[in-house]
């Protein structure tokens, strides 16, 4: 298979986002490294780290390694609950810019909302400033409901570039991914195969697989492609990293997407963010 170019959708902020990437968690530093390499040699241009995966020294010497011109990757990393604070925003960035080996990030996102703290709109002014000063290129949020990208809107008036959710079949997640489009937000999916578990195994998926030729892995991303989501499946081989790009050569039917949209299991599938953050 040759090198994949992946469609890539407008931000709001300007910069186009690859619509598939490489997620990295929980890959280690040496492990990053090689794969993330891997990954841009056969076509990614979008890698998704964040300082909680403490891999980020490793993407960066991945993203060298490749011999991949800087201005060619998509780069997002993501900081934590202790650096919810306008100022403190700052920190975490450039914190995250020297591991990374890299003077701007495309995408820096607020990993949880952790709304016990109270602090992701002090966070997310931060992160306009960030903007700003050119030091990223784009902003957004990880793991926001529809009630926390409303009060960033109502207290600021600023919208997320990207907002990250776990996004899947099963949790298919349609009310949140309406007020995104709303707002012009695009929906990030992690967890974009459900971990590579039950949902690779149901008979809708496989059936659907069966009569492409293709892999359930694959359909699920096809299914994400069509959506108009961002999806950032994981892998740390190298045969399953061109399977997951290789979405781009088929097509599902209307009648395969309503199929898909069954296996939904609702938002308490989901973790919920409101009790869960880091
Ligand atoms: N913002 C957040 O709060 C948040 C939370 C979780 C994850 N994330 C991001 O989202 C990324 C993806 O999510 P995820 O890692 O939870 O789940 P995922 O991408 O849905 O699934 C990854 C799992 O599926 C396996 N896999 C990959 N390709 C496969 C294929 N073609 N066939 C069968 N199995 C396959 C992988 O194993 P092998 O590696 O062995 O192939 C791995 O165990 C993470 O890496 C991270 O970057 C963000």
Not at 26 to 38: F, G, H, N, Q
Not at 59 to 75: K, Q, T
Not at 230 to 244: M, S, Y
């Amino acid at each position: 298979m040759a090198a994949v170019t992946v469609p890539t959708l407008e931000l709001p902020s300007g910069p186009r986002i690859p619509v598939l990437g490489l997620g990295t968690y929980p890959l280690t530093d040496a492990e990053a490294e090689r794969v993330v390499a891997e990954a841009l040699a056969v076509g990614y241009r979008l890698v998704d780290t964040a300082e909680n995966y403490r891999n980020e020294a490793g993407v960066g010497r991945g993203l060298r390694a490749s011999g991949v011109e800087r201005g060619e990757v998509f780069v997002t990393t993501k900081f934590n609950a202790k650096w919810h604070g306008e100022e403190l925003v700052a920190r975490a960035f450039e914190r995250s810019a020297e591991r990374l080996g890299l003077d701007y990030v495309d995408l820096l996102l607020v990993h949880w909302p952790n709304p016990a703290q109270d602090r992701y709109v002090s966070a997310w002014r931060g992160l306009i400033a960030l903007r700003e000063q050119g030091l990223v290129r784009a902003i957004g949020v990880s793991n926001f409901k529809p009630a926390h990208l409303q009060r960033l809107l109502d207290e600021t008036g600023v919208a997320p570039d990207v907002n990250q959710v776990q996004l899947n079949p099963l949790v298919s997640r349609a009310e949140l991914r309406a007020f995104d489009a709303r707002h012009g937000i695009v929906t990030q999916a992690w967890s974009p195969i459900g971990k590579g578990g039950e949902l690779l195994e149901a008979p809708v998926i496989t059936e659907v697989a069966g009569r492409l030729g293709r892999t359930p892995a694959q359909v699920v991303l096809r299914w994400h492609v069509q959506l108009g989501n961002v999806a950032i499946p994981k892998t740390g081989d190298p045969a399953r990293l061109r399977e997951n790009l290789d979405v781009f050569g088929f097509e599902l039917t209307e009648a395969d997407m309503r199929a898909i949209a069954t296996l939904d299991q609702g938002e308490a599938a989901a973790v919920d963010s409101d009790a869960f953050g880091h």
